[in-house]
């Protein structure tokens, strides 16, 4: 099961592209030249995300090293023990809402010292499988329109993450333990 | 909102990181995560770069045009105050599209291409229409259906089931998706009446 799966995945890439490749090409159209047209939107849109991206890692690693989210994490330890949950399991969904690349290292780690297969290791893998990276995406998206009155979209995003934590908490208890 | 939050994380982090005595750590973030940031940056200029020229292709071919025309029924659902022929209804398909087969990168360019046609039809430029807020919230809410990434760390750090999670995934991802529409669907007609 597993092989099929990732062989099958390893062809998702590849033939979306050449899906729109070749359909490009029997409409004549001149590929080559709308490519590089797109792509120097693509370097244009990273450039204007950059600043927003530096703002935002630079304040998680603050928070981040500060160990501010172990503190909040075994302040919560009585709950999170009632939930099944451990604390670094709380911390990991905490800090998917900031940072993808900051929350696989905790993953990994939580991996390495509970077991890939272990009722943490689960939750965890589920966790990030059904939650976003909340505040990068807000910040990057209103920022590139130069919104700055979000209104309730923070509070729907992080309404949709906790379902989708509180989902992962029961599933991995009810179903797979 | 964000004023607030980006304030108030570093602050919290400065006078923890003071009063648990982590202030070397904290330094070392501060220099650190900024540097990465830009490596971050460095990376993702060639993948968005490719993902935008190949879906440039796309949209110039009128694939783009074509996938919207197959999601238009949710499309209505969910934004009903985007005009039946305007080009936001693509980009918001393709982000969608690309979220669901796990393709981030592809996503994020289609998704902020949506923003900007979502704000040509705004009137106050600096606040966020409710069809904005519903695109954000579901974009976060995941839509991803099989994890490949979670998968593939799994299978390397020794899981003797690298996939089980998936059924589970797809499960605590609908409800997450379900959550952020039915809120972003009462606070829209909250709002509209």
Redesign the interface.
Known sequence: ??NI??FA?AF??PC??L???G??LL?K?N?YD??????????K??FN??PT????????????????FD?LGRLLEPILDRLGMIVEVFTLAIIKMFSS?AS?GI??DI??NYG??SAA??MA???????????Y??????L??????????????L??????V???VV??NC??M | MLNYMWGIMIIIGIVVGALTGNMEAVSAAIIDSSKEAIALCITMLGIVAMWTGVLKIAEVGGLMAAMSRILSPVIDFLFPRVPKDHPAREYISTNFVANILGLGWAATPAGLKAMEELQKLNKDKSVATTDMCTFLIINISSLQLVPMNIIAYRSEYGSVAPTAIIVPAILATLVSTLAGVIYAKIMGRRYHG
Do not use: C, N
């Not at chain 1, 995406?137 to 209103?142: D, E, G, K, P, R």
């Not at chain 1, 590139?144 to 509070?155: A, E, L, N, P, Q």
């Open positions: 099961m597993g799966l990732t995945s998702i890439l979306v592209i899906y729109i490749v359909y490009g409409s159209l590929i709308i490519f590089i047209d797109g792509a120097k939107d693509g370097i849109i990273v995300i950059m991206l530096v703002g935002l890692l630079f304040a998680v690693g603050i928070l981040r090293a500060s160990s501010a503190l690349s696989t993953l990994t991996y390495k890939t297969d290791g689960l893998s589920i966790i990030l499988s059904s939650t976003e990276t909340v505040f995406t807000i910040s990057v998206y209103f590139s329109v130069k919104i700055t009155k979000t209104r309730y979209t923070v509070w729907g995003a309404v949709a993450t906790i379902a989708g509180v989902a992962s599933i991995t179903f797979l």
